[in-house]
């Protein structure tokens, strides 16, 4: 695995200091589909900054010391440009795509496909035909896409048939969330309950060990979730890790809260991200780093041997 001095900056400043890292942008308010469980249709949508005006906003990002991207929508390849500009200019980049526009060639960059399980559960979700749509382009990808699942309650009992089926294709790995609820809306349709997740968040740990790496899920992750273990030490919006590290924007350039908007509900979070950085490094977990080096590096293949 090769680290360069940028990133090995990043891991730096994580290790070493306070200050933000990364900037996470909604780099388009548009999508091409309409997920059911998505937060992104629950907030407001304020305007667009159009390509130079948002490569420009990058570059001041980068200038004031953030490193590394991560860019979300609405759907990031309905602006191929502004991807391909923010792997040039970025250290770092993670872009979040449906998959059903292809995967552009990112220079410097990883492409994480969100899938919601086997194709009926998914396209149940997403969309009739996303599922084998964006199948399809992921085997034509440039590079293998890590693959992600937002773990609720459509999707919760057909985890392991996903993991099997994805298993069986090129990714890189899977990384797993859970559906984090708002606090002005009725979610009950979408949200595990904490404890009844509890056992979802072990039974990730039984898939790892079959499965290995490729399971992008770590025992130092895990604790972070459990409402017995770490979870009542972050899941509030001023003791989040993330939101100190992570500045997050619009699409018109100005600031937000969080990536799931101002009125995510933190007491019952599901951000993999929080639990990613605290595994590492509260306290620092090999595994964890592991995978957060994985992140960084595209080029970087996983093992199905758990190290």
């Keep these: 695995m090769i680290l360069t001095a940028g990133k090995l900056a990043i891991l730096g400043k994580w290790l070493l200091t306070r200050q933000a890292t990364s900037a996470a942008i909604d780099i388009t308010n548009r999508c091409n589909l309409r997920c059911i469980h998505c937060y992104w249709w629950k907030e407001g949508h304020s305007k667009e900054l159009n390509d130079s005006e948002m490569v420009a906003l990058m570059k001041g990002l980068r200038a004031r010391g953030l490193r590394a991207a991560i860019l979300y929508g609405g759907e990031p390849t309905l602006r191929p440009v502004v991807c391909r500009a923010a792997s040039k200019i970025f250290d770092a980049t993670l872009a979040f795509t449906n998959g059903t526009n292809g995967f552009p060639q990112l220079e410097n960059g990883q492409w994480i496909l969100s899938l919601d399980g086997p194709e ?116 509030s919006f001023s003791a989040c890790p993330v939101s100190k590290r992570v500045r997050c924007f619009r699409s018109d350039g100005k ?44 080029e970087c293949q996983v093992s199905r041997v758990d190290p």
């Design 120 to 235: 009926d559960v998914n396209d149940r979700i997403r969309g009739r035909g996303v599922y084998a749509l964006a199948v399809e382009n992921l085997l034509k990808a440039p590079r293998p896409p890590i693959v992600h699942i937002t773990i609720c309650r459509l999707n919760q009992s057909r985890i392991d048939d996903f993991v099997k089926e994805m298993m069986a294709l090129p990714i890189k790995g899977i990384g797993f969330s859970f559906y984090t609820p708002h606090q002005r809306s009725d979610d009950s349709e979408f949200f595990i309950p904490l404890e009844e997740r509890d056992r979802v968040v072990k039974h990730l740990l039984e898939l790892r060990s079959i499965y290995g790496e490729k399971i992008g899920f770590t025992p130092a992750m895990a604790r972070q979730f459990l409402t017995y273990r770490d979870f009542t030490k972050w899941n």
């Design 255 to 298: 600031p937000k809260e969080c990536t799931y908007g101002g009125s995510a509900d933190c007491s019952r979070c599901g951000c993999t991200a929080v639990a990613a950085y605290r595994g590492a490094f509260k306290p620092l977990d090999y595994k964890t780093l592991r995978l957060i080096m994985g992140l960084m590096v595209p």
